[in-house]
């Protein structure tokens, strides 16, 4: 048999604890779905015993995913693992992982226990995770910053109860390339029993090393499984980036000679899927998804490129899932039409009132913009999930007066649990007079630490993307609203944030 790297995807696990990524169910699902179609081996679909939210987002994915396994993270107690293994039911194949933290640091200040509890506990919940569940993966918490004889009588210790895979985590990204590798090298050399597991790399980016120090534990250490997520999203500086350490493990071929059982093609769609979503938008000059990451593909030609693909090439832009920027649907383009691009593109809605409802927002859209693209069409389908949540505000309607010398004035009416309220406000521009006239209704005293607007598809015709991201005691959200008027687009995410704020119950952290 070929060797195989196992790919583990933490987008909806770790990256989701990014302050402000969090997700609802439903967005979760469709991420899910679309990483199956990427034919991620591992699914990390949260954290069962954090929340009732978590628990259930587990529990639906555990439940619709097929083809990949579906993982809960999970603390090293009874109760969370039961939790886990809970929300895992009906799954095809299910995982759990169970972490401690080891490192002298986190032992002390945070667990405030001793190395001797650390290891009796770390031995007594693999045994009761074993017992509910075959596939058992464990994680030393701040792995890499714990002592090298200590992590071995853990990871002995728990390899002998049956853990199934070792995931070895750079926490807080202190590792160096080199000396990440030689200590899975090392741990692997020492541990008498070492074979009987897979070994797992878990890598932040805080030092921007998170790809490069995962790619070491691979081809250093041994290791056969990497845990990524999609666009590197995570908290600080993110994760390892699923997109960057697949390609770099097929271009390199001949330097890694691992097997993998990503479908590479869907990486395009899954990056724009998690950064539509979460409003973190990708940086142009990001490495295989970013918008120049393939300059010919938006337009520019380079002669040499056109004459011999390799002179500048090394991977081709096809490969990720890039497609020329075309024209695909406009005002006559009919529902079938419409529903068979949305299947081209991987979205998947779950009934048909949904897609009768997404082709009503489509008609209105072409009605006002010639030129539908595949990124309007993404756009308007993840609004579509977040409107189909009972939410407790809704956009109806929007109108603004600005001109020069004058200071700018708008009128909004919007829902608050169903029933319509309107709002007024003037403000230093149109986008600051709209959002002041919803916040003089709702008063969430929320305070804006960021505001960003993108262009979807790169003209002044295309559908500007805001995204707004609110913080009130503590908690961190983005909304992210769509519109080819940027004023609409603003007071859509202004809203989607306010939801967010409301929706999501305060639940237990998690690291790992
Ligand atoms: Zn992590």
């Not at 039409?337 to 809605?349: D, H, I, M, S, Y």
């Not at 409301?502 to 790992?512: M, P």
Request: proline fraction near 2%.
């Amino acid at each position: 048999m070929a060797d195989k790297l196992i790919i583990f995807d933490t987008t909806l696990r770790d990256g989701e604890q990014s302050p402000g990524a969090s997700m609802t169910k439903d967005e979760k699902l469709r991420i899910a779905r679309q990483l199956e179609r990427l034919k991620v081996d591992v699914i990390e679909a949260g954290f069962a015993a954090s929340s009732n939210g978590d628990f259930e987002a587990v529990q639906s994915i555990a439940q619709a995913i097929k083809d990949s396994t579906i993982c809960s993270l999970s603390r090293a107690n009874d109760r969370d693992i039961s939790r886990a293994a809970e929300a895992l039911k009906g799954a095809n194949s299910a995982r759990i992982h169970t972490f401690i933290a080891t490192s002298p640091l986190h032992m002390e200040k945070k667990l405030r226990m001793t190395p001797d509890q650390v290891l009796e506990q770390a031995k007594q919940s693999v045994r009761f995770a074993r017992n509910l569940i075959g596939d058992i993966e464990f994680s030393p918490e701040d792995g890499y910053r714990s002592e090298m004889d200590f992590l071995c009588r853990v990871l002995e210790a728990v390899i002998a109860e049956g853990a199934t895979t070792i995931n070895v985590p750079d926490t807080v990204g202190y590792a160096i390339p080199e000396l990440y590798g030689n200590f899975i090298k090392t741990l692997r050399e020492r541990i008498p029993n070492s074979d009987k597991a897979i070994w797992s790399v878990h890598c932040h980016n805080d030092l921007g090393m998170a790809v490069a120090n995962s790619l070491a534990g691979v081809k250093i250490g041994g290791a056969r499984q990497v845990e990524c997520t999609i666009n590197g999203l995570g908290e600080r500086a993110g994760n390892c980036s699923l997109e960057e350490v697949v390609m770099a493990v097929k271009t390199r071929k001949d330097y890694f000679g691992l097997e993998m059982g990503i479908d590479a093609q869907h990486i395009v769609a899954a990056s724009r899927m998690v950064s539509q979503t979460t409003g973190f938008v990708v940086q142009p000059n990001k490495a295989v998804v970013g918008a120049n990451a393939f300059a010919h593909a938006s337009g520019i030609h380079q002669d040499g490129v056109l004459k011999a693909r390799d002179t500048y090439e090394i991977m081709r832009a096809e490969d990720v899932g890039w497609s020329a920027n075309k024209i695909v649907l406009g005002k006559l383009s009919g529902r079938n039409a419409f529903k068979q691009r949305l299947l081209e593109l991987g979205v998947q809605l779950d009934s048909e009132t949904d897609v009768n409802s997404a082709f009503a927002k489509f008609k209105e859209l072409a009605d006002r913009k010639s030129e539908i693209f595949d990124e309007d069409i993404l756009a308007l389908v993840s609004g579509e999930s977040a409107a189909n949540e009972q939410e407790q505000y809704g956009f109806v309607s929007l109108s603004q007066h600005s001109e020069t010398g004058e200071r700018p004035q708008a009128t909004i009416v919007f829902t608050v649990g169903g029933k319509e309220v309107q709002g007024q406000s003037d403000g230093n521009g149109p986008v600051d007079a709209s959002l002041k006239a919803i916040e003089s209704h709702v008063k969430s005293g929320a305070e804006m630490v960021l505001y960003s607007v993108n262009a979807i598809s790169g003209s002044t015709e295309s559908q500007g993307e805001v995204t707004v991201r609110l913080q009130n005691s503590g908690r961190v959200v983005n909304g992210v609203g769509a519109d080819p008027d940027i004023v609409v687009a603003s007071a859509k995410a202004y809203i989607s944030a306010l939801n967010k704020l409301q929706s999501k119950a305060d639940r237990v952290a998690a690291q790992g």
